[in-house]
């Protein structure tokens, strides 16, 4: 209840209670994994750390958002690793991708690289592999946000493959598969495409790209 209500006050703006209630929320479930064993509510913990991190980055707050996207990612990593909770990957590449922004914003690019190849690479197993279409969309975003990190680094030219496939991915699911919630997406990865195509002076590329987002916009 107190992580649903932290939710609900952060969608109405109110960033300090919301918070709160997913700091009290982070507490209740840490004392009922850590101190009264009861590892059935682990995965309570990991969402809990999650939606707490949301809410401090959008406080920017950014050291404590970033310590509990980490948590979050280490608990979630030993359940899919260890105890083979394979229900929890997708989470897994979730925590991974979001504590990469976060190292992203603090700048720290070669962590929030390493945090978000690893979170292509397990979406790309479940999209690929495991032929779990739905998370097609994840796997689009997740690319981008590797571009950017790659870009950050200055590997320009691994930025523009990723970047390339992004926007491959989300024409795809917005075009032949109708899938119109990801056109804001589609729009923003071809201005980013556009924008590293121009920094290779590749003009010709790059004016459909920008031509593309603003026909979405």
Known sequence: ALGNHGLLLRALG???????????????????VEVEKHAEFAPYLVGA???????????????????????NVAICRRLVEQEKRVELTGHLAWA??????????LDRPAEAEESQRE?????RRLVEVEKRAGLA??????????ADALH??????????CRRESVA?????????????????????????G???????????????QRDNVAIL
Do not use: M, T, W, Y
């Open 14 to 32: 109110r960033l300090p209670e919301a918070e709160e209630c997913q700091r009290r929320n982070v507490a209740i479930c840490r004392r009922l």
């Open 49 to 71: 750390l999650g939606h707490h991190g949301e809410v401090l980055q959008a406080l920017d707050r950014l050291p404590e958002a970033e310590q509990c996207q980490r948590e």
């Open 96 to 105: 991974l991708g979001h504590h990469g922004l976060l190292l992203q914003a």
């Open 119 to 123: 979170s292509v690479a397990i979406l």
């Open 137 to 146: 969309g994840d796997l689009a975003i997740a690319l981008g946000n590797h």
């Open 152 to 161: 950050q680094l200055e590997r320009l030219g691994e930025a523009e493959e």
């Open 169 to 193: 991915v989300l024409r795809r699911l917005v075009e032949a598969e109708k899938r119109v919630e990801l056109a804001p997406h589609l729009a923003s990865a071809l201005g980013h495409h």
């Open 195 to 209: 924008r590293l195509l121009l920094a290779f002076d590749r003009l010709a590329e790059a004016e459909p790209c």
